[in-house]
């Protein structure tokens, strides 16, 4: 077994206007079912990614807030790799009204059109931040915390290397993470540019197109994406 891992992004990737459907549900089981490793990676907070999903057991590891945040569904533990979020910088937006703005364990999210005034504050305090994007969502975090970073945090704790994973997105934050992966999978609906760099682009959609990645796993273990890696650098 090459692939021990499956690193998968949520919104858009396995769901579908945030819900989760059987099949891809069941994709899931068969998977740890072959004793590999299920991770989430996604930009949203941990308290509402249990609500929209309540079978979040199924993974062994979410990497949750753009890679801020660490949680062990069977433990419960959870694990912050960055600062908290700026006290003066939530004030500012909550006096300004800024709308839709949520606070996490360590990200501050919003949307567009509001990067701009979140910029302004961001440079006017002077805070070591960044503004990551996401099919409209704007995110602050504290400068060097990706999925990427994240998801590299969480593999080693519980005991794997990225080489030994395969990662599937579809969105301008998920570049990091798949690149980081043995092997970066794009679903169809994925934007262009990510499928651009992605190793493999899935036929199915969201959830068809994790399910149809899983199955290739499980059947292969992606032997024909390596072997083919390897014929294009001789």
Do not use: W
Request: with cysteine; aromatic share 4%; net charge negative.
């Amino acid at each position: 077994m090459r692939i021990h891992v499956l690193a998968t992004d949520y919104d858009g990737t396995l769901a579908h206007d945030g819900v989760v459907d059987d099949a891809t549900i069941a994709a899931l089981d068969r998977f740890r079912a072959s004793g590999r490793v299920l991770v989430m990676v996604t930009g949203r907070e941990l308290e509402e990614l249990k609500q929209v999903f309540p079978q979040l057991d199924r993974f062994d590891l979410v990497v949750a807030e753009n890679g801020a945040l660490l949680y062990r569904p069977g433990s419960q533990q959870i694990k912050l790799l960055c600062h908290p979020p700026s006290k003066a910088l939530v004030e500012r937006l909550r006096a300004a009204n800024i709308s839709p703005l949520s606070v996490g364990h360590a990200i501050v999210a919003t949307r567009e059109p509001h990067e701009t005034f979140v910029l302004e504050v961001i440079k006017e305090l002077g805070l070591e931040l960044q503004v990551i994007f996401n099919k409209g969502a704007v995110m602050v975090l504290p400068s060097g915390v990706n999925k990427a970073t994240g998801l590299t945090a969480g593999l080693r704790d519980i005991g794997y290397a990225p080489t030994c994973a395969v990662g599937v997105g579809d969105a301008e934050n998920d570049h990091a993470f798949l690149e980081l992966c043995a092997i970066g999978v794009a679903v169809a609906n994925a934007l262009p540019m990510l499928k651009k760099h992605a190793d493999v682009v899935t036929e199915g959609a969201r959830g068809a197109g994790v399910t149809e990645l899983i199955d290739r796993i499980l059947a292969t273990d992606l032997s024909e994406v390596f072997e083919a890696r390897e014929m294009a650098i001789q």
